[in-house]
């Protein structure tokens, strides 16, 4: 590969990096936002607990749901994270958020601390059902809901199958179209579904370690010489200085980097990555139809992306997913931001200032028809 071959292969990963996991250890200027600037995790962590978020749980079913809640400062807001990510991933936007709202910021199944039994199924359908049962015992109430990646496909599932819990909906850069068969195949996420599949064929243990050997052609292509070695060397010797907790590397300089890596560790259920491998995540939860039985205000949000030899999509949706998503979307806003894939960690500030102007703006349109309702004379005829 030459050298310029090497830089535009990176700088295609940098646009793609952390959609659905894949591609996520490209950490090139411009994938995201740099620790540095903000004073590292440790930092974030404190904000977050001086904001007056509680690490909770609830046992919903077979799911036992661990999740993060905020000060009752306004309407109850939902978010749910991307795939291989948890809670924490929100961790830049949740002080600003709690001001505003009432914050419930989920592990969805699969992820973080929640757990699951051992055969629970991974499919949009069962964890969709398990996440509007924890809206109405947790939450108690309608809320507005966002999700990023496949946190925004099981947003599109509980504004499409319970639009009595939903009030309106931001889709944070989601997989619409792309992550069904076959588009699916031609996306750089394929790659780490397959190690997905891999892992749970062979009853792996510790899938962050097994995921970066199974990519460490990948990585020394994207990255560069030595990258996989130093990063397994980073993981193990933090382990080791901070047991029990998930890693967070400060050598990874990207924030959507390395909280992908911090997801990874001894939190993520590989069975989620091999649902969308086999096909069976999607089956009965068919986007097109589901997009058009959302009656609550949407906002798709559409993030940067590239291709790749020509057909590999580095990215979650390219212009035709995200053209073809608003024709079905009855009450859609569409809004193509400059940003990786996790804009809530690259953009933190215009990602605030998108999701409070869109659901203020959906609150008070809300408000003024229940007025006008409300104002119609009542006629009775005796």
């Known amino acids: 590969m030459s050298t310029s071959d090497r830089i535009s292969r990176r700088r295609a990963l940098a646009t793609g990096a952390g959609v659905l996991g894949a591609g996520l250890l490209a950490g090139v200027p411009g994938a995201g936002r740099a620790q540095a600037d903000t004073g590292g995790d440790a930092y974030w962590h404190l904000r977050v607990n001086l904001a007056g978020y509680r690490a909770k749980t609830a046992r919903i079913g077979d799911v036992n749901f661990s999740y993060r809640e905020g000060p009752a400062n306004g309407p109850a807001l939902l978010l749910l994270h991307a795939q291989q990510m948890d809670w924490f991933s929100y961790s830049r936007v949740l002080p600003a958020l709690a001001a505003s709202f009432h914050v419930f910021d989920v592990d969805y199944q699969g992820h973080g601390t929640t757990t699951t039994s051992t055969d629970y199924p991974m499919n949009a359908n069962r964890i969709g059902a398990d996440l509007a049962s924890f809206v109405e015992s947790v939450v108690g109430r309608p809320a507005f809901v966002t999700g990023n990646s496949s946190g925004g496909l099981l947003t599109a599932w509980l504004a499409a199958n319970r639009p009595d819990l939903v009030k309106a909906a931001i889709l944070e850069d989601p997989p619409l179209f792309a992550s069904e068969y076959p588009r699916i195949m031609k996306t750089i996420a394929y790659r780490d579904f397959a190690s997905s599949a891999k892992a749970v064929a062979q009853d792996i243990q510790d899938f962050l370690l097994f995921w970066i050997s199974d990519n460490e052609e990948f990585i020394t292509q994207n990255v560069g010489d030595g990258a996989a070695a130093a990063l397994t060397a980073a993981i193990k010797t933090q ?144």
């Open 239 to 382: 382990r080791l200085l901070v047991p029990g907790r998930p890693v967070e590397i400060p050598l990874l300089t990207d924030d959507t980097i390395r909280l992908f890596v911090r997801g990874m560790d001894y939190q993520y259920d590989p069975r989620f990555g091999e649902a969308f491998y086999d096909g069976t995540w999607n089956s009965g939860f068919d986007h097109a139809t589901a997009l058009a039985k959302i009656s609550a205000p949407t906002l798709l949000m559409h993030a940067n992306y590239s291709w790749v030899d020509g057909d590999i999509l580095y990215g979650a949706m390219d212009q035709n997913d995200a053209d073809k998503a608003m024709t079905y979307l009855p009450h859609g806003t569409y809004k193509r931001v400059d940003a990786s894939h996790v804009t809530h960690l690259d953009k933190p500030q215009d990602f605030i200032d998108t999701l409070t102007g869109f659901f203020t703006q959906a609150r008070g349109e809300a408000t003024s028809r229940q007025n006008r309702f409300s104002a119609v004379p009542v006629f009775m005829v005796s």
